[in-house]
């Protein structure tokens, strides 16, 4: 299984299906078209897979999946990844597909906004509520600087090295990246709007006892304006409680507010919607175009439950439907994962 296989660069990659969204019901569809001997190349916008259950409750508990009576929503993806692994799906992590259409051949195109393109036999949307964005920090003239000097995701750690870093935030990435970049950055100041911080009690510790050893500071405080000088950004000026305005130098501003999802492109691509959800038939979960299909958060149909295992059973049958689009003259079978020895043989279980 790769995790991240994509080139940007060079001829399409040819795939018989492409999944929009490795969130559990993406996930799910890797393991219900592989037991039909389809492979998948599978695309996040997230650098990771795991849609809301790994990006909003990791850590919470589920306890409505068939057959286990308490399960983390992160184990669930755990657990997941290793189900599919016998089926080698390709990821292409981070990147947001922004570009889909059908060919004349009855094909589709599918490209992301980081170039890297697919010629796929068929596309399965599980893109649940959308892709997430960072929220963005909401002061005038930041536009110019973001993904430069104001980030909302740390890619590369080291070019923060040496460097007088602005951290706004105070969930668990705006605590742990201000915990493993203090003893790295020149200087590190944590700004949050509240006296009371939502991450891990054991990070708010630890950042407390460096400031207490006066190794950074520590604001409650609204970001206001940006300092800049000759295009360059100099720093950010932040507002505290009683109103005063007090200036931080800074290199890089670094903004953790979480993330947003955006149905974005999905709603351009001239499929039926129906409140911001695809519209699907319920034998096969195909949109209203053949050889598009939807599962999970996305799609709608009349009884429609979001929920982990409607989306499950959703894509046991698109993973028939796109069988029949892909294959048609190949007889259906349904076979039991009991008994099927080319199941067995597609799983890798042992004679
Ligand atoms: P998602 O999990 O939303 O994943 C979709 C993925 O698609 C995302 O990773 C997104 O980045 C990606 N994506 C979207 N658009 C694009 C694009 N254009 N390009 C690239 N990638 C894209 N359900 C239950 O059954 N039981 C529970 O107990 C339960 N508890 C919950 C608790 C909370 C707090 C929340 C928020 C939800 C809970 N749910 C629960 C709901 C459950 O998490 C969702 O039903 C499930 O995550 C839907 O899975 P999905 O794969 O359809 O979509």
Avoid at 9 to 25: D, H, L, S, T, W
Avoid at 241 to 254: F, I
Wanted: aromatic share 8%; hydrophobic share 45%; proline share 6%.
């Amino acid at each position: 299984m790769s995790l991240n296989s994509s080139t940007a660069a060079g001829e399409p990659i040819a795939a018989e299906v492409v999944i929009v969204g490795a969130g559990p019901c993406g996930l799910f569809q890797v393991f219900e078209l592989g037991l039909l001997g389809i492979s998948a190349h599978v695309i996040d916008s997230l650098p990771g897979p795991g849609g809301q259950c790994t990006e909003l409750y990791p850590d919470k508990p589920i306890y409505d999946i068939p057959a286990l009576p308490v399960c983390g929503a992160q184990e669930l993806v755990d657990r997941l990844m290793q189900q599919i692994k016998p089926f080698n799906p390709q990821f292409h992590l981070g990147q947001e597909v922004v570009h889909f259409a059908r060919r004349e051949d009855g094909r589709f195109s599918v490209a992301t906004a980081a170039g890297t393109r697919f010629d796929a036999g068929a596309v399965v949307i599980a893109a649940g509520v959308g892709s997430f964005q960072a929220r963005r920090i909401g002061i005038e003239g930041v536009e110019p600087f973001e993904g430069q000097s104001i980030l909302y995701r740390v890619k590369d750690a080291s070019a923060l090295e040496g460097k007088r870093l602005v951290i706004f935030g105070g969930g668990d990435s705006a605590l742990d990246w201000t915990l493993e970049l203090t003893p790295r950055a020149r200087s590190v100041t944590l700004v949050h709007r509240r006296a009371e911080f939502r991450a891990a009690p054991a990070s708010v510790a630890k950042m407390k006892e460096l400031v207490s050893a006066g190794r950074m500071r520590c604001f409650e405080a609204l970001p206001h304006s940006l300092i800049t000088a000759d295009g360059a950004l100099g720093g950010i000026n932040i507002k505290a409680p009683d109103g005063a305005v007090h200036a931080l130098e800074a290199d890089h501003v670094l903004v953790f507010f979480g993330l947003h999802p955006k149905l974005g492109p999905i709603a351009e691509w001239g499929l039926d919607l129906e409140k911001k959800a695809l519209r699907v038939d319920t034998e096969k979960f195909q949109t209203s175009l053949p050889g598009v299909f939807a599962v999970g958060d996305i799609n709608t149909y009349p009884g429609k439950k979001k929920l982990i295992l409607s989306g499950f059973h959703e894509a046991a049958l698109a993973a028939f439907g796109i069988q029949h689009h892909l294959y048609p003259q190949k007889r259906q079978f349904l076979q039991y994962t009991t008994t099927s020895p080319i199941m067995h043989q597609r799983l890798g279980v042992p004679d």
